[in-house]
């Protein structure tokens, strides 16, 4: 963890790697004491310098560059298992691949010390953008500040000594992603203090148990939901926990006859007398390697310690969702309903849209000030048919506190769809004014001067983009600039 995040060097990898589904091509290399990224695709080309490395380098290398004061993540990634380099996950079947995916503050916490974000902003950042830079002691064990101003064991927070849900929230906060993460009201998630619940924070919700192991959907975050499937994890009560067989203090290598002595002390007494001289490896069987969905071209263990492991597996999003750990009924309410929200907006479900409408319209909105419920409801309103009712509520959640580029641009979608064009642009240019560096609410507004016929208007608007972000292919060709651009 003390390596999740750094700066380039030498040590990095460099190397050449083709995308088949785009045609596009990335090029690392470090000189001069700086790591460069170039990708070249429909004639267009663009270097950025790498301003990150994210990862230790176990399983893989992913990299942010920086624009301004914000923050975007690499297309390509190199995968350290197998010694190649592929595109970042989640971005394998993008056809038109670049360098604008936005680093968010959610991400960065699971992997660097501390981020500073700007308010509401997707991926603005003030400086010194990551401090600490990786994570660090106080991620699992409370502030290191209080523990040096008052050295004794009372002042920092051992998870080996904690009560289940608390140990066992120090991993979750980052290896339980879930289907959908919830953020309870006037929360973030840098707020999570070790010796906490979880649940105090955010709810997490995951497919339901009983789908969990039918499906066989595997990814890299979801280590906790597999090992609560397991047997092992089940029968122990709370004994059994990640740092049953991690030491998250040691580097990540030992040995598989380490790991499989874990398994021996337990288990040793009650296996036929040869099962050990036949195959001494507990875990190649029973936590086979497997390719996660969400994690590109790397491996990971399979954490639900089967007797004997399935050999196929089908990726197939969950349909019903439940919250990990138990939350009072109103959070379970509103957590509910802008999950399922969100998770049906991005599967392109409205039967999981309208049950996020159905738990969310429930609830006391008229005159709340809880923006991310009013955003959910506003959204799950319009994209099942009721645009006025969703077009206030969307108004709501912005008049409701901070907001950011997204909060305008859905807005501004709906306004569009409900054919006040004015409306829509005016919030769009509101959007980038807040953050000019997001290629979204462009895109949102050129389309929008295309299909009124203003031509003139779209390029325009591509152009200011370009003025932001000059090395952007997208504008470029959508502006007939076929030069081979390169400039930092």
Known sequence: MGRSMSVPNEGHPTGTYGHGLSGAVFRTDFADRRMSQEIAHQGLKARYDVAYVIGSGNAAFGFLVQVGDSLFQSPVAYYAERGRWGMAPGMESEEFPDFSRPATPECLWCHAGGPR??????????????????????????????????????????????????????????????????????????????????????????????RAGEDGRFQVVSHVEQLALSQCAQQSGDRFWCGTCHDPHSPPDRSM????????????????????????????????????HDSGHSAFTDHRIQLRPAEGQVDMPPVRLRAWAPVSQDLLDRG??????????????????????????????SSSADQDALDALGTGLVLTGSLREGLRLLEAAI???????????????????????????????????????????????????????????????????????????????????????STR
């Open 117 to 210: 974000p700007i308010g509401a902003a997707v991926n603005r950042y003030e400086e010194p953008y990551l401090e600490p830079l990786a994570i660090s002691c106080d991620c699992c064990h409370g502030s290191s500040r209080r523990h040096v101003a008052a050295p004794h064991p009372g002042s920092i927070f051992n998870p080996v000594h904690a009560g289940p849900r608390e140990r066992d929230s120090v991993c979750e906060q980052c290896h339980l992603g879930g289907v959908v993460r919830v953020l309870h009201p006037d929360r973030d998630f840098g707020a999570f203090e070790p010796g906490r619940r979880l649940e105090e924070y955010w709810t997490v919700f995951v497919g339901d148990v009983e």
């Open 257 to 292: 006859a380490e790991y499989s002595s874990r398994c021996i002390a337990c288990h040793g007494q009650g296996l036929p007398s040869d099962h050990l001289e036949r195959e001494p490896d507990c875990i190649q069987c029973h936590m086979p390697r497997r390719r996660s």
């Open 336 to 365: 509910l309903g802008i999950a399922y929200v969100r998770h049906g907006q991005r599967l392109g479900s409205a039967e999981l849209v309208r049950r996020g409408v159905e738990r969310l319209s429930q609830l006391p909105l």
């Open 399 to 485: 008049a409701a506190g901070d907001a950011g580029a997204l909060h305008y641009n859905a807005l501004a979608a709906a306004w569009w769809e409900a054919g006040e064009e004015g409306k829509a642009v005016a919030l769009l240019r509101e959007a980038i004014r807040r953050e000019p560096a997001l290629e979204s609410s462009y895109q949102l507004l050129a389309s929008i001067r295309a299909a009124l016929g203003q031509a003139e208007e779209s390029s325009r608007t591509w152009e200011r983009l370009l003025a932001v972000r000059p090395r952007l292919l997208r504008p470029r060709l959508k502006l007939g600039d076929q030069t081979a651009e």
